[in-house]
């Protein structure tokens, strides 16, 4: 079995992106989720997109500074779309924190299970109910 040397190197492409993805996404970059775990995730992703899509030619004769700086960017452009989700959800949960400030709810705290910090119940809910509205809608394809 042989493998082309510009497959691997979109395979490794694929699963730098994935894994930069799955650092700061709001319900799998969090601490309860072990990180071996998120490690197999993104293999399994990056598999998966190497087999149903036709790769791009990367040239097989990259130097080690071009490999270096091509999975660098990568890794950017994963990690600012895992940061670009986050900040939904945190705008959600300051929202639901400002509602339930207005409207007297302000001091009944939870833990929240997904930051660890207590938050407000409402906050909470606008949190889950943002999660299921992002896992509804396909947000995380």
């Not at 993805?21 to 995730?41: E, H, K, Q, S, W």
């Not at 999975?71 to 670009?84: D, K, N, P, Q, S």
């Amino acid at each position: 079995m042989s493998i082309p040397i510009g497959q691997l190197y979109a395979f490794r492409f694929l699963f730098t992106r994935a894994s930069g993805i799955f650092i700061f996404t709001p319900f799998l970059g969090n601490f309860l989720v072990p990180a071996a775990v998120r490690v197999l995730l993104s293999l399994t992703i990056a598999y998966l997109f190497s087999l149903a899509s036709a790769l791009p030619q990367i040239p097989t004769e990259m130097s080690l500074l071009s490999l270096t700086l091509g999975l660098a960017g990568e890794l950017a452009v994963g990690m600012v779309i895992g940061f670009a989700s986050h900040a939904v959800f945190a705008g959600l949960q300051c929202a639901g924190q400002l509602l339930a400030f207005q409207i007297g709810l302000s001091f009944v705290n939870t833990v929240d299970p997904q930051t660890s910090n207590r938050s407000t119940t409402l906050s909470i809910y606008m949190n889950f109910l943002g999660l299921m509205l992002f896992l509804g809608f396909n947000g995380h394809h």
